[in-house]
């Protein structure tokens, strides 16, 4: 029997953008990992890439995902449009919760922080 527990703390803005970061972080690891079952992991396999090629390819996918996760918690925010469409979203978990608090700069903090200190 699946019981689901009641005494689930609401997630925190910013354990939401966390969690789309952590999601970047899962993609890209399974997508590059030799035993990938995904299409993509395979796609990539199928190039048999040299260890340099691997280094760009992780990059591309690393930079692809920040670019979509980024804007889609912007769109989300109001911040960016989301298919040419600008506006603010009303977000709530199942039990009725509002995410409350600022996505744009939690998503700055977790997709654009870290890269301006690496620049």
């Not at 703390?9 to 035993?35: C, G, I, P, R």
């Not at 993509?40 to 048999?48: C, R």
């Not at 979203?89 to 870290?114: P, V």
Request: glycine share 6%; charged share 30%.
């Amino acid at each position: 029997m699946y019981m689901v527990s009641t005494n689930i703390e609401k997630m925190t803005t910013e354990e939401f953008v966390k969690a789309f970061h952590d999601e970047k972080q899962d993609f890209l690891k399974e997508y590059l990992s030799e035993n990938s079952e995904t299409e993509v992991g395979q796609l990539i396999k199928s190039l048999k890439l040299t260890d340099e090629q691997n280094g760009i390819m992780k990059k591309v996918l690393d930079s692809s995902f920040k670019d979509i996760f980024y804007s889609i918690l912007l769109g989300l925010d109001g911040s960016a449009s989301i298919g040419g469409i600008q506006e603010m979203y009303d977000l709530k978990d199942e039990n009725g919760n509002q995410l409350s608090g600022n996505i744009e700069s939690y998503a700055f903090k977790y997709f654009q922080e870290k890269l301006q200190r690496r620049n």
